[in-house]
């Protein structure tokens, strides 16, 4: 199948891409991410990508548009429903990109976190399926967790020390709000 992923940046591409090259599918990826913050996690996230592409030989678009204000404006007074808000936003975008550029399916890098909701991930994902009729691709990347770590080190890529958003950046240095969540 040729199949659009989206990719939230170049490590989290690395395991996927490796296994669904194996699957013998044609993947090209699609950079869109208006939840990353600051612009210059941004820009390094998005420079990170470039040089992992030209490694491997990786076709991929990127949208260079800082899309903060945008999640900001759906997320701001829904900060308990930011992920799902920010799920929505990114899938969309690849779902209705793969209809309309004749992919056969998309999926996401987001399937390798296991930070994130598997689950909503996915049931997103197949709605959006139906209405641009273009095939989900679920498929469980975690299992190659530590390898797509291990990889991402040898290719020498930035990596990220959170998932991207203003928020999840708070969660990782605030120590008071680690100390809160830790007490839930």
């Known amino acids: 199948m040729r199949i659009l992923l989206h990719v939230c940046c170049g490590p989290c591409t690395v395991y996927p891409l490796e296994v669904l090259r194996k699957q013998g599918h044609e993947v090209e990826g699609y950079f869109f991410n ?6 210059r996690e941004f820009k390094r996230r998005m420079n990170a990508l470039v040089e992992f592409s030209e490694k491997k030989n990786f076709k991929v678009s990127i949208d260079r548009n800082y899309g903060l204000t945008e ?4 997320v701001v007074f829904h900060e308990n429903m930011r992920c799902a808000i920010c799920y929505d936003m990114r ?3 690849v779902a209705e990109r793969a209809a309309a550029e004749g992919f056969d399916a998309f999926t996401t890098t987001l399937l390798y976190s296991k930070y994130q909701g598997h689950a909503m991930i996915q049931e997103k994902s197949e709605a959006l399926a139906q209405k641009f009729a273009v095939q989900f691709l679920y498929q469980d990347f975690r299992e190659g967790w530590q390898q797509g770590i291990d990889q991402s080190i040898a290719l020498e890529l930035y990596r990220q020390p959170y998932c991207g958003c203003i928020y999840s950046e708070q969660e990782r240095y605030d120590k008071k709000m680690q100390k809160s969540l830790l007490t839930r």
């Open 71 to 74: 999640y900001l404006r759906r």
């Open 91 to 93: 899938l969309e975008a």
């Open 34 to 39: 208006p939840n990353i913050h600051p612009f």
